[in-house]
């Protein structure tokens, strides 16, 4: 055997296990951006339900949807005014009430993303993940939401239960820790999606920059009141039956009411 065929027998042999090692490493690299694009479509998510939340915060949706609700539960009133005050007094409470359930249960879906999407980079990018659990704006928002909401929900509903919400919810989340919250997911995005790739890193970038004057989250939030409204409006088809009882034609009505939904 010459050199020359020593030395094609020793290349020839290298080339497998070479091949096998690039493709290893391709493979782990692939395996790295599927896991980091996964990370970062849940921190959009996040980021895109607290971005909806400063152009329509909690208390506007609530007032809102209490009064759309009161719209589609149309019925006539007795003419007592104590008893007419009397069953609207009782609805709100309740509208108010399954509100609040309808946040908290929002937020801890949105604070069980939020720790998916660091275990996530825990394998990619430890040292990401560790600044991003250790900062924790992001999870101070909605914890402290949380803790506001629950606060709501415990107490006795009365006739200012919506105002002391209102009040309280202000008071302990304030605009600052929401925009804390979005400037930190955005810097979190922003830094993950730089190793993932360039096209992403630069459509990101733009949807923070462009989300800055959207319009079309009034659709969006439109569609979202309709959709609880009529979660809601299900829940009170129940309570009704109570009330009309006081009410003249209230039966009828509700009658009506409940042919109308069905369909």
């Not at 720790?115 to 101070?140: C, H, Q, W």
């Not at 959207?214 to 009704?240: C, F, G, H, N, S």
């Amino acid at each position: 055997m010459t050199s020359s065929e020593f030395f094609i027998g020793v290349v020839i042999a290298s080339i497998g296990p070479l091949l096998l090692g690039v493709g290893f490493l391709y493979k782990a690299r692939q395996e790295k951006i599927r896991t980091r694009r996964r990370a970062a479509y849940l921190l959009l998510e996040i980021w895109n339900y607290i971005a909806f939340t400063c152009y329509f915060p909690v208390e506007k949706m609530i007032t809102d949807m209490i009064e759309l609700v009161k719209q589609k539960i149309s019925f006539p009133l007795p003419e007592d005014e104590n008893a007419s005050t009397d069953a609207i007094n009782k609805i709100t409470p309740i509208m108010t009430s399954h509100i609040l359930e309808q946040q908290i249960e929002c937020v801890n879906r949105y604070e069980k993303l939020y720790m998916e999407a660091i275990d996530l980079m825990s394998y990619t990018d430890p040292m990401l993940a560790f600044s991003i659990s250790s900062a924790g704006n992001v999870r101070k928002n909605l914890e402290r939401s949380k803790a506001q909401l629950e606060e709501m929900g415990e107490d006795s509903v009365d006739d200012d239960l919506l105002n002391d919400f209102l009040g309280q919810f202000k008071a302990g989340v304030t605009e600052n820790v929401t925009h804390d919250a979005l400037d930190s997911l955005e810097d979190e995005i922003s830094e993950l999606t730089g190793k993932i790739g360039p096209l992403i890193h630069r459509k990101c970038k733009k949807l923070f920059k462009d989300s800055k004057v959207d319009v079309t989250r009034e659709k969006e939030y439109r569609e979202t009141l309709e959709k609880a409204t009529e979660e809601i409006v299900q829940v009170l088809l129940v309570t009704l039956t109570n009330i009309v009882q006081r009410i003249p034609n209230g039966e009828a009505s509700l009658e009506k009411l409940q042919s109308k939904d069905s369909t």
